[in-house]
Every structure is written in structure tokens, then in C-alpha cells.
């Protein structure tokens, strides 16, 4: 026999062999995947496939129409994690230790469409922040382990079993994660595994924090030091009436929307198990806030703490050099009772910039925050503020000064009406204040020049009728012009414990009015 017949024979057994060894070690790895998949699977959930591939040659292993479900399903009721996943895909796992070791070693993981739906008791979203480590990421790290993780089109939703409704919806999810490693001292970790890059896109969400608000996002892009939410929402959840009745005390009840925010720079974590967070910026577009307070439910009387010490004592390292709301809109309404309607405040055309703002977790020393609003104030006059304070300052020192120009005084009539029983003509020119302050006093001085100021008090029964004695014996208390002289005025103020800041700016600037107007 020649040479190249020998060679041919060998090559041709050695093809033989190795499709006969593929073949075999398929069948085998066939076998021995439900064995892993449901008899050696430690996990609290029981998982079922349709169709399951397995190719030595690419080292790839592809499942399809996947169930996941709780072994300890109640048999009348749905109770914890249910999902249906469309494939899997496996890549390039190791032969060896699916083989011998039971556990499926592998590079990535592709799963497209998964559908998650889990329903748990109470109303929050985790009753225990550990249950995702414990319950999901480490058991199934005994089943499978990978390096990359790649999720298409996926969706998932919490269920409230005590009032059958949702407590979270997101849908749409695209998720890139690569460089994984779980570890066991990776799982004491607040965050259970470690990684080296991540892409995530949300087309939607959906989140009920609590019984009061629910929070809607249009889509989240974020990866490694970015972040961009579109058409955010948190609203309501009863009317102004249900919402007021259900509070014990005073409090406001916000409606926030935005068009858009960017996070840029961004880097946040855990360091010895501490959360941190840090950004370069924040930039908010078309920002519109409403806050309205009834004032109809008890007064609450808790000490209510200024910007230095609710930043001073944030636990863990915060850090924004820059948060900007561009175009946006500011609106406050106080109602004393249903029957007048409530008095309304407006800051149109609002634009915010404010930089260093930190929380005082770990500082000994820092630069001041500083705030710089521009705004049209009742849709009638730009007004300017700047605002500083240090989050290190005990007393809590501030300084805030501002200036408005040519006001009409009757753009008030939305606030004075129902709130102050009062309406106002006339023209301030301008209106200068600059006040220093802390935590219990506040002093500065502030200047006005103003033509025509005129007063009209309306009946306390009758409302919609003017009390014609009472605005008469008020206009001649209220000194009508400044004769073409900027009047000033010092303010010396006591600070209500109970008040927020801005009611504390607020009487400053009625008692400086108040002493150059009368």
C-alpha cells in the first residue's frame, strides 16, 4: 500500500471518528442538559423548552420557546416570577465543564424576547433589596455563567397581588452588558456582579412609587458615563379633593414633566458599600413643575430644614458640577379652601443654572452651591435671581438677591384674589432685593420705584363684590407713587421653624413692601 493511501485512510478514519465522537458527545450533551436544566437545578423556578440545538463545532447551544415559572406555584393563583422566552442562544460554551462539571461555561448569551411578569405581595417594588441577588442572580449562576450578556426586545412587568396593579412596566429593553464576573465575593456586594461595559435602552416605563404619584418615561439611553431620559412624568394619582383628603398633615402635591435630561460624565457605584454618585452635568429641557398646597388638612409642624442641612446630611458622596433647566416653567398654587379657587404664582420662560452642588458626605471644606435663575415672573416681567449657600455651614447661612423690572402689579390678581382678598394697580419699575440669612434670621435691605400703585379689597361674603370703604381707607394707608425716587427699606426677619425657605424669602419680601409702601 503507498504512502498516499495510508495518509487518505488515516485522514478518512480521523473524519470518521470525529463525526462519530461529534455525534455521540451531541446525544450526550443532549441527555446531560435537562439533567442540568431540571434535576440539578437548585433554583426556586422550573424551566421548560420546545426545542433545544447543540453544535460541537461552533460551540453553540440554541433553545427555544423557553417557560419560566416558581416550583411552588399555588395552583389557584399566580404568585412570583413567570417568564416566556422567545431563544436562547449560547456561544462558544466549554465542552469540559458541561461535560463533567454541570454547569454551562459559556462567552454570551443572547435572549430575545423575554417576558417577565412577577407577582408579589404588598405594594413596593422590592420588599427586600437582597432578593434579587439571592433569588435570581445566585442560583442561576449554579446553572449557567457567561461573560456577556445580550438582551433583545425584552419586556418586564410587577404586579401588585394586594391590588391586582402594576408597579412597574418597562418595555422594549435592549441591554448590552460584557465583562461579567460573579464571584462569591462579588455576590456581598450591594451590586452582585461586577462588569465592564453596559448599554441599556428602554422604549417605556412605567413605576408606582407609591399610592400618591406613578411615573412615566418615555425612553431611557444610558451607557457607562451617560444617561438621556426622554418625555419624563410624575403625576397624580388622585385629583386635587381625593389627594387632599388622603393627607394628615400640609403637603405639597407635585406634577413634574420633561421633554428631555442628559447626564453627561457620569460615574456612580458602590465603594465599600456606599453608594456614590457623580456628573460633569445635568441639563434639563422644558421643565414644568407644578406644586400646589391645600391648605385645608392640618398644619404640620415639623421642623423643616433649608438647602444647607438636607444636602449637608445626604449619606452618601453626591456630587453635580453642573444642573441646568432650560426653557422651562415654574408654577405655584396655594388654596386656602374649594370654594375661591387657588392663587396662583408664575415663572415662565424659566431657566436655571446652578454648579457645585454636593452633598456633605466625606467634606471637610468645599466651594459655595450657587444658583442663577432667569424667569418672567406672572408673564408680565423678567426677574433675575442669584442664590448662594456652603452645604458645610452649620448655621446654614444663605444669600439671595434679585431684581424684577417693569411689573404690572395687576398680573398679582391670580394670587391676591383668592388668597389675600386683593387685587392691585399700578407699575413697579423696579424692585431690588439682597438679603443675607440662616437658620433663624434674615437681613438686608430692598428698593423699589413704582407709579399708581392703587388698592381694591373685595367682601369677605361676596367675594366677587368690592368692599368700596375698606379700599378707600387702604389707599389712603398706601403711599400711591415714590415721586421718581427709588425708596429702600431693611428687613430684619425671624425665620418660622415650621416654613419652608421659600415661605422665609417670601416675608422678606412682603415686610420690605410692606415698609415702603406704607
Known amino acids: ?35 442540568i436544566i431540571h434535576e440539578k437545578n437548585n433554583t426556586p423556578y422550573k424551566i421548560n423548552y420546545e426545542k433545544i440545538e447543540v453544535s460541537l463545532w461552533s460551540r453553540n447551544i440554541h433553545a427555544e420557546t423557553l417557560l419560566v415559572n416558581p416550583k411552588n406555584e399555588p395552583k389557584d393563583s399566580k404568585n412570583g416570577l413567570f417568564s416566556k422566552i422567545e431563544s436562547i442562544t449560547i456561544e462558544h460554551f466549554n465542552i469540559w465543564d458541561l461535560a463533567f462539571n454541570d454547569i454551562i461555561q459559556a462567552e454570551s448569551i443572547i435572549i430575545n424576547k423575554p ?63 460584557e465583562g461579567i464576573l460573579i464571584t462569591d465575593a462579588t455576590l456581598k456586594e450591594k451590586i452582585p456582579i461586577q462588569y465592564k461595559t453596559y448599554a441599556l435602552v428602554l422604549d417605556s416605563l412605567f413605576y408606582r412609587p407609591s399610592i400618591f404619584y406613578h411615573i412615566n418615561i418615555g425612553k431611557i439611553s444610558t451607557e457607562k458615563n451617560f444617561l438621556k431620559i ?52 445635568i441639563v434639563i429641557n422644558h421643565f414644568d413643575a407644578n406644586i400646589y398646597r391645600g391648605k385645608m388638612p392640618k398644619d404640620d409642624l415639623s421642623k423643616k430644614y433649608l438647602y444647607n442641612h438636607l444636602l449637608r446630611n445626604i449619606k452618601f458622596p453626591l456630587q453635580i458640577d453642573t444642573l441646568q433647566a432650560l426653557k422651562s416653567k415654574v408654577v405655584y398654587e396655594e388654596e386656602i379652601d374649594f370654594s375661591k379657587g387657588p392663587g396662583v404664582l408664575t415663572f415662565d420662560q424659566f431657566n ?62 391670580r394670587f ?41 379689597l373685595y367682601r369677605k361674603k361676596k367675594p366677587e363684590k368690592v368692599a368700596k370703604l375698606k379700599s378707600a381707607i387702604a389707599n389712603l394707608v398706601v403711599k400711591n407713587n415714590s415721586n421718581d425716587k427709588t425708596k429702600t427699606a ?21 415686610e420690605s413692601l410692606k415698609k415702603i409702601l406704607i
Open 230 to 281: 426622554n418625555n419624563f412624568s410624575t403625576l397624580p394619582q388622585f385629583n386635587r379633593r381625593d389627594f387632599t383628603k388622603r393627607l394628615a398633615k400640609e403637603k405639597d402635591i407635585y406634577t413634574l414633566k420633561f421633554d428631555s435630561a442628559q447626564i453627561k460624565k457620569m460615574n456612580w457605584g458602590f465603594k465599600n458599600h456606599r453608594f456614590f454618585f457623580k456628573a460633569n452635568s
Open 115 to 177: 417576558r417577565v411578569i412577577l407577582y408579589k405581595k404588598g405594594e413596593k417594588l422590592l420588599n427586600n433589596s437582597k432578593s434579587i441577588k439571592t433569588q435570581i442572580v445566585e442560583p442561576f449562576r449554579k446553572i449557567i455563567a457567561v461573560s456577556n450578556i445580550y438582551l433583545n426586545n425584552g419586556s418586564v412587568d410587577v404586579v401588585s397581588l394586594d391590588s391586582n396593579k402594576p408597579i412597574l412596566s418597562v418595555k422594549k429593553i435592549i441591554l448590552k452588558l
Open 1 to 35: 500500500m503507498s504512502i498516499y493511501k495510508k495518509i487518505a485512510i488515516g485522514l478518512i478514519s480521523i473524519f470518521l471518528v470525529g463525526i462519530f465522537l461529534n455525534i455521540g458527545l451531541n446525544y450526550w450533551i443532549k441527555k446531560q442538559l435537562p439533567i
Open 490 to 510: 431693611d428687613v430684619e426677619l425671624e425665620r418660622i421653624q415650621e416654613k419652608s425657605f421659600y415661605n422665609f424669602l417670601w416675608r422678606s419680601i412682603a
Open 416 to 456: 391676591s384674589k383668592p388668597h389675600m382678598n386683593a387685587s392691585f394697580t399700578g407699575t413697579f419699575h423696579k424692585y431690588r432685593f439682597n438679603f443675607y440669612g440662616n437658620d433663624n434670621i434674615s437681613k438686608g435691605n430692598a428698593s423699589l420705584d413704582y407709579d399708581d400703585l392703587k388698592v381694591e
Open 352 to 413: 436655571l443654572r446652578a454648579t457645585n452642588l454636593k452633598s456633605g458626605f466625606g467634606l471637610k471644606k468645599t466651594d459655595d452651591i450657587k444658583i442663577k435663575v432667569n424667569c418672567v415672573f406672572m408673564k408680565a416681567s423678567p426677574l433675575d435671581v442669584d442664590w448662594s449657600f456652603n452645604v458645610l455651614d452649620k448655621k446654614d447661612s444663605f444669600h439671595i438677591q434679585g431684581v424684577i423690572s417693569n411689573f404690572d402689579v395687576r398680573a398679582m390678581e
